[in-house]
């Protein structure tokens, strides 16, 4: 199985913030804004991946960071997962604020790289100012079947089971890919710390 994790970057809440709040209408000082760490929806999303991997070492996890060439702290973290490959793409290259424009630049990326993809995982919120409709509008930019709010997914019957819970009720779907996941932060996917010796080695790369 070959999944591919679209992640994006979130400025710290516990870095102190380094500009007068006014002087957030300066690009450049926003961009100044450091460190960036993953959202806890992006955390949840990578774990899912890296829970399928635990399941089937075969699994080829891969990872396209957002406002990566911006933060490469980030992209060390990222890759220190012991991923297949990360890359950053530029965030100020995509229009985030027009959702179906973002995902057909999305849609175009993915097909660059030129990667058979069976499912593609990303945080409920990622990439479309917390509307929660990114993830659903790329699923239909490439014709494939799309589920939202999943905390868990499984291994079953030469596909994957989709688990999450709504109220009182836990709901479970088996699909076979392709097919586009969000995903909610949940207990069950915590985002797990990665080897010292992965983050060293990220670290010379």
């Given at each position: 199985m070959n999944i591919l994790v679209l992640l994006a970057g979130i400025i710290d809440p516990k870095w102190p913030l380094?500009?007068?709040?006014?002087?957030f209408r300066d690009g450049a000082a926003r961009n100044a804004v450091r460190p960036r760490?993953?959202?806890p929806?992006?955390?949840?999303?990578?774990?899912?991946a890296l829970k399928l991997r635990d399941d089937d070492p075969q699994t080829r996890i891969t990872a396209m960071v957002l406002e990566g060439r911006e933060s490469d702290q980030l992209l060390r973290s990222v890759a220190a997962f012991r991923l297949e490959d990360v890359t950053g793409v530029d965030a100020g290259s995509l229009e985030s604020w027009d959702v179906r424009s973002l995902s057909?630049?999305?849609?175009?990326?993915?097909?660059?790289?030129?990667?058979?993809?069976d499912l593609v995982l990303m945080g409920r919120e990622l990439g479309d100012r917390d509307d929660g409709t990114l993830a659903a509008c790329l699923a239909e930019q490439f014709a494939w079947r799309f589920v939202g709010l999943v905390q868990h997914i499984e291994r079953c019957?030469?596909?994957v089971q989709l688990i999450r819970e709504r109220g009182s009720m836990e709901e479970r779907i088996t699909l076979t890919g392709p097919l586009?996941?969000?995903?909610?932060?949940d207990r069950r996917n915590r985002l797990r710390h990665p080897l010292m010796k992965n983050v060293m080695a990220a670290k010379r790369a």
């Open positions: 380094q500009f007068p709040v006014e002087d760490i993953l959202s929806f992006d955390e949840a999303s990578l774990e899912v057909s630049q999305l849609r175009s990326i993915v097909l660059q790289r030129g990667e058979s993809v019957d030469g596909g586009v996941a969000s995903v909610t932060n």
